[in-house]
């Protein structure tokens, strides 16, 4: 299996969400939107004033919005061959990349658009530090072993297996990776794999009130370490506290 040297986290908006969403992502980030691209602009990087992107915006023809990964690797035709050989289809081929589903039915792509360097977690003017740091892949009981099984091999990471008594299991990267990847176990059988977005933060509540203010809404707090906020593009993600890895 081809390891990534890289991981990039896709908001996929719905169309009446998009220009919204963007705004609010740039605010919660502190990055500035790139130009949009495609053949009918629908793609938007968010671009860190440091380091490389890894997080991007794509507006939706149709669907609901959500959360897909763009797997970077040095050569993707091997990658997808390695991967559909553990459970993955192929659902898209456009030719220097391709659009694949897990054996949970979690969209990824493989590229090898090239990205070395980790940006800097944003420093706001209170002196906290934040940024997405994590994606959380939310996996149907009845396949959670399996989807485990198949993004270790994927991605070549340190694992913390899953625990009979635990729902989370994780996929640590080595230093310089800008997402690391939490699978989560639902309580109930969904039709597929979906993901969510984390934020490591210095300071938890500084951050969510930071994210209220900028107009996502407070859902739910957990004395666990993390907060549930929804943004009004649709997304559903958390605040951790999580200290930011850097360097």
């Not at 530090?129 to 099984?149: G, H, K, M, T």
């Not at 989560?184 to 938890?204: G, I, K, M, S, Y």
């Amino acid at each position: 299996m081809t390891t990534p040297f890289w991981l990039t986290a896709y908001l996929d908006l719905a169309a009446d969400e998009h220009e919204r969403g963007i705004l609010l992502w740039q605010r919660l980030t502190g990055y500035r939107a790139s130009a949009a691209r495609g053949a009918h602009d629908e793609y938007v990087s968010l671009l860190p004033p440091d380091g490389d992107d890894y997080l991007d915006v794509q507006r939706l023809g149709s669907g609901p919005s959500r959360v897909h990964l763009v797997v970077h690797v040095d050569d993707v035709r091997a990658a997808a061959e390695a991967a559909t050989g553990i459970g993955a289809a192929v659902t898209a081929d456009e030719g220097d990349y391709l659009t694949l589903t897990s054996p949970g039915g979690f969209t990824f792509c493989f590229v090898s658009h090239p990205a070395t360097t980790l940006p800097a977690a944003t420093a706001w003017p209170d002196g906290s530090r934040s940024r997405v740091d994590q994606v959380c892949l939310d996996i149907p009981p009845s396949v959670f072993d399996e989807e485990f099984a198949f993004w270790e091999r994927v991605t070549g990471w340190e694992p913390r297996p899953p625990r009979p008594d635990v729902e989370f299991a994780r996929l640590t990267p080595p230093p310089g990776q800008p997402l690391q990847l939490l699978l989560q176990r639902l309580d109930e059988e969904e039709p597929a794999v979906r993901a969510h977005l984390d934020w490591c933060a210095t300071e938890r509540d500084a951050e969510v009130d930071r994210h209220v203010a900028a107009g996502a809404t407070l859902v739910k707090r957990f004395d666990r370490g993390w907060t549930v906020l929804t943004g009004p593009d649709g997304f559903t993600y958390c605040v951790t506290e999580r200290s930011p890895q850097e360097g």
